[in-house]
């Protein structure tokens, strides 16, 4: 049953940005890259990532955003963490505002984990091509508690 799952939602990703051009809907794709750290901003261990997202324009100001990152600890390329996320975001004018749920899977290595859905708040500005974003990620059993706080570039192709 996952796997019809999971290839469900991939054709859908593929086809969306086609069912949206045809009802008059724009979508952006973007690359980024940033750095996370916990909230004591102590940088230790030094997390940085690169991913992307799909924005897809519901309406002028509400945007759907899956996202998928990858975070790596230090310089570690043995290991890393895979980070996909759902946000929907309010854009007004060029800044925009949103939530919603993420869960990272760690990859590599002999060990193996998940975790369970939490909580991603993001904020930031955006021109056509280049956002500029601040993020908060945290568990749903510990709101605003022991997050990862974060800041990305993302550059629109």
Same mark, same amino acid.
């Given at each position: 049953h996952k796997r019809i799952l *999971?290839? #469900?939602?991939?054709l859908m990703l593929l086809w969306?940005?086609?069912?949206? @051009?045809s009802k008059g809907k !724009? &979508? #952006? *794709?973007? /690359?980024? =890259? /940033?750095i996370m750290a916990a909230d004591d901003f102590k940088f230790d261990p030094f997390l940085w990532y690169? /991913? #992307?997202n799909l924005d =897809?324009? *519901?309406? +002028? %100001?509400?945007?759907? !955003?899956?996202?998928? %990152?990858?975070?790596? @600890? +230090? &310089?570690? =390329? @043995?290991? =890393?963490?895979?980070?996909?996320?759902? *946000?929907?975001n309010i854009k007004i004018s060029n800044l925009f505002v949103g939530g919603g749920i993420q869960k990272v899977f760690l990859i590599g290595g002999t060990e193996s984990f998940s975790t369970d859905l939490g909580l991603k708040l993001n904020a930031g500005v955006r021109s056509r091509n280049i956002k500029m974003t601040v993020f908060a990620t945290m568990t749903f059993d510990n709101l605003f508690k022991d997050m990862l706080i974060g800041a990305q570039i993302g550059i629109g192709f």
């Open positions: *999971i290839v #469900g939602l991939f969306s940005p086609q069912l949206l @051009e !724009s &979508f #952006g *794709i973007f /690359g980024n =890259f /940033g690169f /991913g #992307g =897809f324009y *519901i309406s +002028d %100001n509400l945007i759907l !955003s899956p996202e998928a %990152n990858l975070i790596m @600890e +230090d &310089f570690n =390329f @043995e290991t =890393f963490l895979l980070q996909p996320a759902l *946000i929907l």
